[in-house]
């Protein structure tokens, strides 16, 4: 039972994208996701992929942080950070 070609919608470029929404570095990711920095390291500097639970646990943590991905017909996933102030 393989897994298959599969989407990922978290990408380099959008991992890099949502730590800067938030201002974290790649420790701060590393910390609030409970993976190593070397493992965000080099999936940003597309020198490996992640798994799947690896990707589960950044989005969590971008999630928690008020990250929103938001599918963009015709464009793929995009980012926003809802407006906090209430």
């Not at 890099?16 to 493992?39: I, P, Y």
């Not at 798994?51 to 963009?72: C, K, N």
């Not at 017909?73 to 950070?81: F, I, N």
Request: with cysteine; proline share 2%; glycine share 12%.
């Amino acid at each position: 039972m393989g897994q298959g070609a599969r989407e990922t919608i978290l990408s380099p470029a959008l991992c890099r994208a949502a730590r800067g929404l938030l201002d974290w570095t790649q420790a701060d990711l590393a910390e609030k996701a409970a993976v190593s920095r070397s493992t965000i390291r080099d999936y940003e500097g597309h020198h490996h992929d992640i798994h799947r639970a690896t990707e589960a646990q950044l989005r969590l943590a971008f999630e928690e942080g008020g990250v929103r991905f938001v599918a963009i017909e015709g464009a793929g996933t995009g980012l926003c950070l809802p407006n906090r102030a209430g």
